[in-house]
């Protein structure tokens, strides 16, 4: 359905299709001013409601431990404690976590990358009896919530053996339908006749997935591999089931047991907090366009 | 494709070379789908089909399994641990969703004029859903915190003397997860609103504005209804995602205090994972899957009509 050649990319605001509220006539540019103001005025205030509880996270991990509770509440630390960050390193598991999370990420994100574009382009562009019907199935499971067929599933998986071992989460986390159908949206928007016109030429269908797809589809990669990246470091309720062994532990469920463990030490709490989330905001700071697109997309009936 | 050869006797070279080239595309074609396919059919389509046939046994963990027909959930009428948990589960729904709704949606509005700063903004809002449910939970746990805790003391500057003790009460629980589940997804349905209104012509706006409709009219009659697969496809989602709420829950208050916010996923958990009694946290689970699959029906019912 979706007719563009390209990403159906968020227009910068107010280029396209200029909001409501754009003044255009004179009756308009009267209200123009005091809108825009009170505009502002809730932007600023929803800004601020969406990121203090971050900016409060770091001001606490440079906190001593009694000043996190403070009263009234300081935002930025006389001193800051910089030691946090060199202390949370000697006293908890943190780089063993981290690393099991990077093997973690790496693996899942690789092979839903390629499942999920390969199988993307059998349902957009080969032809097999079922393949509609299949691809509704497909749909149709992405509205069933895991945690309804979880039990099933780690019953399965306790039968072969996978629990607590880390290939248990990758099973989990690298076939889900929902990278199929962001690469089969994407894959629609490049024209049959590119794929004909490659046939003809003598290519082979691998051939045509590799030679023309791949390269066409990058954009859509990186926001599928940003996505699943993304998922799978934050990812709590996988590891939780599965990894029972202090030593495959994500970064998430350590810092769980760090904060039962030292629950008075808020200030080294926010530290490890901190910690975890600092990858995430790297990595979706320099690839936001790529998460833009990819939900943009995720959220166009096809 | 539709090319036959006119008038020609059936069988001939030319035939058979086309029928044994849409077998081979159909075969290269399934050889696409397959390796995501066993991975989907084995660990998604498998345990679903699986669960309705644990949900009537009493299987666990040492036990064999053994049909024992509907009396999983017969028992789940009498129980109250799961009436409580599937209150609780409509109860965040019911909150969760038209605050998330209508937050995403207004700041979706907002974002799509000429402002400066939008940009940031738009970063800004979807960061809390790309940061981990654990230390997203961990840090509003401390801001919740009863005494001193810098949301209570930023309520105690408006005047509330007798602040709410939050995750630590079991009235104030509820509203505590609501909040933030509220601020950690509006983000994520503020792009789709903001994909969704890019498709909005504008001159239906412009036609609008001229025939005197003011920026209400123009919303209720303009906006709206060019909004709504978007806004289909957002309830949908939201709705799903409510019912199936458990990280945040599980993260911030565990259920507690009480049984204040058990929500229906992460009973399934306890029963299942915890106490290993598969077939009746299967029965649970069958519970959710029908609750999804009925909103999502129905929803699409009522989309359906009001698009005839």
Known sequence: ?302 | MSTTTVGGPRNTAADRTKRWYRARRSLQGVSFVLPNFLGFGLLTLGPVVALFYISFTNWNVFGKAKWIGLDNFTRLLGDASFHRALLNTLYYSAFHIPLTLALSLGLALLLNRKLRGVQFFRTAAFFPYVTSIVAIAIAWNLLFSRDAGPINQILGLFGVDDPPGWTASSTWAMPAVIIVGVWREMGYYMLLFLAGLQTVPPELHEAARIDGANAWQRFRNVTLPCLRPTTFFVTVMLTIGSFKVFDLILVMTNGGPGQSTLVLSQYIYQKGLVENRFGYASAISVVLFALCMLVTVVQFAVNRRRNA
């Open chain 1, 1 to 302: 359905m979706a007719a563009p050649h390209t990403l159906p990319a968020l227009a910068e605001p107010g280029t396209v299709g200029a909001g409501p509220a754009e003044p255009s006539d004179r009756r308009g540019t009267r209200f123009a001013a005091p809108g825009r103001i009170l505009g502002y005025a809730v932007l600023v205030v929803a800004a601020a409601g969406l990121l203090l509880p971050f900016f409060w996270m770091v001001s606490s991990s440079l906190k001593t431990d009694n000043a996190v509770f403070s009263i009234p509440v300081t935002w930025f630390p006389d001193s800051p404690q910089w030691a946090n960050y060199v202390e949370i390193w000697r006293i908890s598991d943190m780089l063993v976590w981290l690393k099991n999370t990077v093997f973690l990420s790496v693996v899942v994100t690789a092979l839903q990358l390629f499942t999920g574009s390969f199988a993307a382009y059998g349902f957009a562009k080969a032809r097999f009896p079922g393949r509609n019907l299949l691809f509704l199935v497909y749909i149709g499971t992405i509205a069933v919530p895991w945690q309804a067929y979880m039990i099933p599933q780690f019953i399965m998986m306790s039968e072969v053996g996978l629990t607590n071992t880390p290939w248990a989460v990758i099973a989990l986390q690298a076939f889900s339908a929902f990278g199929v159908f962001l690469m089969r949206q994407y894959y629609m928007t490049i024209p049959d006749e590119l794929c004909e016109a490659a046939r003809v030429d003598g290519l082979s269908e691998y051939g045509i997935y590799f030679r023309i797809m791949l390269p066409l589809s990058v954009p859509a990669l990186a926001s599928l591999a940003l996505l699943t990246f993304v998922t799978t470091w934050n990812d709590y309720l996988g590891p939780l089931i599965y990894l029972r062994d202090p030593d495959l532990w994500t970064i998430q469920l350590g810092l769980k047991s760090f904060v039962s463990e030292y629950s008075a030490e808020h200030a080294l709490i926010m530290t490890g907090s901190v910690l975890s989330v600092v990858p995430i905001a790297v990595v979706f700071l320099l690839g936001q366009k790529y998460f833009v697109q990819g939900v943009a997309t995720s959220g166009l009936k096809g």
